[in-house]
């Protein structure tokens, strides 16, 4: 990737952690990690090799040794990162490495030890005392979410739900980037609640380890913070900025031990290495910058972290080790993967006035209420002043009076207008002309109205009340959300940082210095005695030699890529391997005890969603729009009931062949022509039991000239009456007509 101006690299720490007791009693070997604090660099010791063999030796950004303290790391590294996301910039830090090697001490660390409390609960007190030291024309809306990446599957860890909840759907979208559907986030106003939030979320991941052995090990969780402020700018207007902090604790790098993992488990082990290969993919094609492709859709974490590496975020890389001498090849993996993601650019930029800030929105409710609440108290004022002030002329300075004044009035009415309609049910109550039903009238009216005002005093405290409940979740600068920032605190701070800024430029310096050294022993190559031409001969063959350890360094690390490489191909042989049998096994399944039919037809309704990875089934019914498309008359038929073609019509309107007849093929109109009864011969004429059964006969001509032989049989009709009227009605008309 091309550096550009506002470009920069991912920032790569690394940690020792100390030798446990269980290594230390191990033997006397020591540690393989050796740390040089001054210039950022790890010096790793392979036990196996010769004591010839040259070490290795990594730089980076910083580095921590068994000895550092998690403020220092705070500090150093993450305290400007912390800086950036109040500024509205995006930010993750992520700790990779091994189990057991201080992934989780340095993202959270012991909470109760300020000593030792991680990059979590400091970065929790840094955004919250930056909040009550801001100024006060700032307000903040500081949000938390926490979910964790299992087996493939993003969990909300905030859910209630957990345990049974399905798991969430990641989405992207022009503004926020990746994001994930549904995901709980809660409000947060002070340290102590963004605590309680991550102390519920850890609940329901260690309810998750019991279920699953080793489940925290095996699973990522990504704790979000969202800041958001408005501040007015120069225009007037009130700007925000929204920085979004991702702090993730990834899953244990160490392989899995594929040996004899079979069906589900071997699914679970791969599934598991999925995210951490698919990361270390989108590290090396970030990192060599020729790759066109960066594959981030090839897993959840990575779609996640797709802004924080290359993307538009500022990121922080803790590499955790441990200096055991049993972990030499996880370590030199963990360094080489560091080592790597350092060439990773970003285009950090500022999130300014995103269209999707909860802050904005909370402002405008907030103004909604009050404007509502400030109409009520006016009424209620204004209602006052007609009571009492009946008669009384007012200098119309409403407008100057402030609200406290307006709020006090409202009060006083609503107590008054009690008082008064007290009085009013004992003036009822007392009066003795009153007739008994005229009391009684009066006096519900005068319930009524007090239940009236009783409601409309609930009403304006529940609006208040909401009103509050919104306010008191944005912060304002300047208030002392904290008992313990005073001046002396913030002096102390700051100095801190001074040291730390100090150390980090000292280092900078140091390392800059020793590549410069290397590059300027030839310029000083002008000698002018014998002597000195010995001497920087003798600095060139230095160089030479400093040169060649370095070329068998690199011929070591090439070997050692090829090696890992091959390993880990045969490690991807033999799971191709495992799943090729598992393959083979439910395809013999398939192929003998499932209908070919039936395969073929769940095989035309399955699709595959690249979304989520995952065949679906169509559905069987078309979805209720196509259905009511498909019962719309073709436009082709208009005016007629189906579809015809020109030829046909031509012939209908023709009245040719009956073929082309579509419509209306049979005639019901009543038959009025006379009947010809005069050619019957009376003595074959049938009985009229018989005659039912004659008319019955299939044989008989029973088409559209049916209603004739009613009219020559009427007595044949005895079923209904409606039809012997109407057989009546036929048999009158001729003998009239007659
Ligand atoms: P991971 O999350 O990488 O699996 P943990 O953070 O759980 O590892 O650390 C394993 C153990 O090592 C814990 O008991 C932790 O207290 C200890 N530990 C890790 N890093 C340090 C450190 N820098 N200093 C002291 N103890 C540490
Ligand atoms: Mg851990």
Redesign the pocket.
Known sequence: MSKNKSSESVKVVV?C??L?RKEESNGPAGGIVQMDLRLGQVILRNPRAPASEPQKTFTFDAVYD?N?KQRDLYDESVRPLIDSVLAGFNGTIF?Y??????????MQGAWLDPEKRGVIPNAFDHIFTHISRSQSDRQYLVRASYLEIYLEEVRDLLDPNHGNARALELRESPESGVYVRDLTSCVCKSIKEIEEVMNVGNQARAVGATDMNEHS?RSHALFLITVECSQPGPDGRKHIRVGRLNLV?LA?SERQAKTGVQGERLKEAAKINLSLSALGNVISALADGRSSHVPYRDSKLTRLLQDSLGGNAKTVMVA?LGPAPQHYDETLTTLRYANRAKNIQNQPRVNEDPKDALLREFQREIARLRAQLNHRKWRSKQKKEQVEGEGWERDGDEETEDEEEVEKEAEDYVKLEEQRLEREKEAIREDQFLLAEEKQRLLGENKRMMGDLRKEQEATEQLTAKYKAMESKLLVGGKNIMDHTNEQQKMLEMKRQEIAEQSRSEREMQQKMLVQDEETVELRETFTSLQQEVEAKTKKLKKYLKLYAKLQCIKAEIQDVNDEHVRSRQELEQTQNELTRELKFKYLIIENFIPPEEKNKIMNRLTFDPEEDQWKFQPLVPAESKSSQMKKRPTSAVGYKRPISQYARVAIAMGAHSRYRAENIMFLELDMTPPNTASLDRSTEVEPNQSHSLDNSPTKDRGVRKSRSWCQNPKSITSSSSNVSLAACHTATPMAAQ
């Open positions: 940690r952690r100390p446990n068994a550092s700790a490495g091994q189990t057991g090697t201080g992934k989780t001490y340095t090990s604790d244990g955790t």
